[in-house]
């Protein structure tokens, strides 16, 4: 089993940044697949960002060159750098773990994006 705590949301205005984080309660190292999702009000969840089996990296189209996703090992924990933020970023980002065939995620953490 895998448990996934999120944080880092909050309000922004567009033009910011924030910094998403998720902790594992295992090392990730053993994990296949980790990333972020969203999911905007009224909408299915979407991929955001992932790394995948052999440590390669998904990004939506819509998020290329303003998030960036990475991760510390030694801490368990996947980041979430999202810069230049628009109000259409506006969403709940969960973590998610592809462990064993499961898929593990965390409980949301808000990101709005509003003047």
């Known amino acids: 089993q895998v448990q996934l705590v999120e944080s880092g949301g909050g309000l922004m205005q567009p033009g910011g940044s924030l910094r998403l984080s998720c902790a594992a309660s295992r090392s990730i190292r053993s994990i296949n697949v980790m990333g972020w999702y969203r999911q905007a009000p009224g909408k299915q969840r979407d991929l955001v960002a992932t790394?995948?089996?052999?440590?390669?990296?998904n990004y939506a189209d819509s998020v290329k060159g303003r998030f960036t996703i990475s991760r510390d090992n030694a801490k368990n924990t996947v980041y979430l750098q999202m810069n230049s933020l628009k109000p259409e970023d506006t969403a709940v980002y969960y973590c998610?773990?592809?462990?064993?065939?499961?898929?593990?995620w965390g409980q949301g953490t808000q990101v709005t994006v509003s003047s």
């Open positions: 790394f995948t089996s052999g440590a390669s990296i």
């Open positions: 998610k773990a592809f462990y064993y065939g499961v898929n593990y």
